[in-house]
Structure formats: structure tokens, C-alpha cells
């Protein structure tokens, strides 16, 4: 009778440590998801605030690239990401595209394109 007790005890011992190990592996994953949430998250505000940064400018001073490259580069001190700006017009309008990368894992993080209505000179 004492065997098949101890057998019964040993078989509940196993299979509460098999679901204990289970759900400690679910809650790893559920971790690692969300740290990878919040790094992803981290990274989108960052461009966010970038892309702000170079609209501001880009109001300020239209499409002169140069002065926006003045206020911008010496700035710009985040290690692994880069942005780039490229400017096009046509009659109406004039655009500035801007980009920001991550260069670790070289890929775009964020985009955006800039629209600034040209005002017509009054004769």
C-alpha cells in the first residue's frame, strides 16, 4: 500500500513540475515580447521626434537644405541611427522626404513626407 502511494505522490510531483516548468516558459516569451514592445516603441518615438524636429525646420526655412542640415547634424548624437533628408518641387509645392534608420539593423524605422505650399510673388 505504501508503494502505490509514494508512486501516486511522485506522478502529481512530476506533473506539477512539468506545469510549472510550462508556464514559466510562456511567461519567458511574454517578456521577451514585451521588451521587444518597448525597444520597437522607444525607437518610433525617437524618429518621431526627429521628423518633428526637421518639420520645424523645414517650415522655418523652406527648402533650403543646407540650413536645415546646420540645425539639425550637430544635434543629431544617437549612435546606430541616421536620417536623411531628400528635397523635390514642382510648381505648386515643394517636399522634403525624410527618413530615419536604424543602422544596426539596416532598416527604415520611420518616413514621412513634408509639403510645404510655395507662395506666389504679387506683381
Known sequence: MNKSKSALFLMELII???FFTLTSAVCLRVFV????????????????????????????????????RQVLDPEFK??????DLKFSEDSEYSY??????DTVRNRTIYSFQFKQHKQREAN
Open 33 to 68: 515580447k514585451a521588451h521587444d514592445t518597448a525597444v520597437e516603441t522607444g525607437n518610433l518615438n525617437l524618429a518621431v521626434l526627429w521628423a518633428e524636429n526637421a518639420g520645424e525646420c523645414f517650415n522655418e526655412f523652406g527648402a533650403d537644405e543646407t540650413a536645415i
Open 78 to 83: 544617437n549612435e546606430g541611427y541616421a536620417y
Open 16 to 18: 506539477v513540475i512539468f
Open 96 to 101: 522634403m522626404d525624410f527618413t530615419f534608420n
